[in-house]
């Protein structure tokens, strides 16, 4: 099947988002430092749930300690994400041979903001909202989702079931991504597609908040973002066909 694949640095200012390089090293590291010196009072602040000295929650605990408050901390960046995603991805969605009676899977779908946008702009499809985190379920079934717990390596689907799959910043959390993505594939009907967006390793920027998250005690998959050439390797080792021109870096304006 055919997969549109795009990677993003989440709202990272562009001034910021520059391909790295050897003669960098002095500077991120130099960056780093201030960025951890700024922001780590932060972490202290919930040292019940983020010690930098102790033990990391995993990624699930994460997530469901968040779920609560989710759509308010994090509007800007979720709404941001929803759009870009639904900009991006719509065309190659209407053009299924499904037409008016799509199913479509939301894997890593968190309290289902993408689901929510995508139901409005077409009423009839099915939307399917997989999480491996209940809290983050509980959130999109308030929204009138249908959800189901799942881990992307172990999808509860038949074999060509859905008509397109689309993760948005879930990827990098995933155990096994080759895994998950021949899980995706295996549910793919023929001719649909998958599409992912997720931070890019490309960027500067992304590795320095990567790095900061994974010295302030967040999940050890914060820190192991993707390359683009990284990804795009696991989708082919996964069995998904790369369109032409449909694998490429982007930045998600957080004004948009």
């Keep these: 099947p055919p ?6 640095d989440d709202e990272i200012p562009t001034s910021l988002c520059r391909p790295w390089a050897s003669r960098s090293v002095a500077a991120f590291g130099l960056a780093l430092l201030v960025v951890y010196a700024l922001t780590m009072p932060l972490a202290l602040l919930d040292r019940d749930h983020h010690d930098p000295w102790g033990k990391r929650p995993t990624v699930v605990e994460e997530y469901d300690h968040a779920a609560a408050t989710y759509d308010v901390r994090w509007a800007a960046y979720a709404n941001a994400t929803a759009s870009f995603a639904l ?10 041979p499904c037409e008016d009676d799509c199913t479509i899977l939301d894997l890593g779908c968190g309290t289902g903001n993408f689901a929510v946008a995508l139901r409005a702009r077409h009423p009839g499809w099915r939307l399917i909202c997989a999480d491996s985190c209940k809290l983050m379920l509980r959130e999109a079934r308030r929204k009138g989702l249908t959800t189901t717990f799942a881990y992307a390596e172990h999808l509860p689907l038949d074999n060509s079931s859905v008509d397109a799959v689309v993760s948005l910043s879930s990827l990098h959390f995933w155990r096994d991504r080759e895994a998950g993505l021949r899980e995706a594939r295996r549910v793919l009907r023929p001719g649909g597609v998958v599409f992912a967006a997720d931070w890019a390793a490309d960027f500067v920027a992304c590795r320095l908040l990567a790095a900061y998250l ?11 973002v993707l390359t683009l050439s990284r990804a795009e390797g696991l989708m082919r080792a996964a069995g998904l066909e ?5 694998s490429r870096l982007e930045l998600l304006d957080g004004d948009h």
């Design 3 to 8: 997969l549109h694949l795009r990677m993003n």
């Design 87 to 96: 900009a991006s991805v719509e065309p190659a969605l209407t053009a299924l």
């Design 214 to 224: 994974h010295l302030a005690g967040f999940p050890s998959e914060d820190a192991d």
């Design 242 to 246: 790369l369109m032409p021109g449909a």
